[in-house]
């Protein structure tokens, strides 16, 4: 158990003494789980407000296709991107393998599903009356949209919170198509995971422990803007 302990002492000394290594991985991790994020709500918002609010043929259907993928294996998404963006895929051109971009772009589709499927059960769950309040009082179009937003905003916080926790902690994605290159691609899960590959369990634990703090600031930002608005 002493490897514990030396692995809480170690990630307080990696912070404090601003290890360079350490923070290249943190400062990956932000960059590539923010990137996601804001492509996963910019896309997924629309189609949840859209799935929630309408109702047409086929939306049932739809909708379980989107819970279903709420439980994606990160390695399939991985493996399917890979096949996409390696030289011989059809986006291989670009050069999105062993990049932050194309870890971003793997991510975006593992979280869409989750901003889409909360997304839509948080607009499924207005308040009836507050819509025909709003419909009577004229909006119409983005006024629509932008007030069932805004009254929903306390759920789509909770959406934003769990997108966010499923993007910072996968590893699959991050090491298939980063490669887990050191100064580069590395995130601090593909750190843990060499790390303790190689033995060093309180070098794993450390970075663990780097994740839980970073994970604890988001969530605690969002609680704080939750009371704010």
């Known amino acids: 158990m002493d490897y514990i302990a030396q692995g809480f002492m170690q990630a307080v000394k990696l912070l404090v003494s601003g290890d360079p290594e350490t923070y290249s991985a943190v400062f990956t991790t932000v960059k590539v789980s923010s990137l996601s994020i804001a492509a996963s709500l910019a896309l997924g918002?629309?189609?949840g407000f859209f799935l929630g609010y309408c109702r047409f043929t086929g939306e049932r259907q739809l909708r379980a296709v989107f819970d279903t993928l709420l439980a994606l294996?990160?390695?399939?998404?991985?493996?399917?991107?890979?096949a996409l963006i390696s030289r011989r895929g059809p986006l291989g051109r670009y050069g999105l393998l062993f990049t932050i971009p194309g870890i971003a772009v793997a991510q975006t589709v593992l979280v869409l599903p989750i901003v889409i499927s909360l997304t839509a059960t948080a607009i499924?769950?207005?308040?009836?009356?507050?819509?025909?309040?709003?419909?009577t009082l004229g909006a119409r179009g983005w006024q629509l949209v932008t007030a069932s937003l805004v009254e929903s905003r306390?759920?789509?916080l909770a959406a934003v919170v769990t997108a966010y926790g499923r993007a910072i902690s996968e590893v699959g994605i991050s090491m298939m198509i980063g490669g887990n290159i050191k100064w580069h691609t590395r995130t601090i899960t593909t750190a843990i995971a060499l790390e303790t590959g190689k033995g060093?369990?309180?070098?794993?634990i450390a970075l663990g422990i780097i994740l839980l703090?970073?994970?604890?600031?988001v969530n605690a930002l969002l609680i704080f803007l939750r009371r704010r608005i």
């Open 213 to 217: 703090l970073l994970a604890f600031l």
């Open 73 to 82: 294996p990160t390695v399939v998404v991985g493996l399917f991107i890979y």
């Open 154 to 156: 306390h759920a789509m």
């Open 124 to 135: 499924e769950n207005i308040d009836e009356r507050f819509r025909n309040t709003v419909s």
């Open 45 to 47: 918002i629309p189609v």
């Open 200 to 204: 060093q369990f309180s070098m794993g």
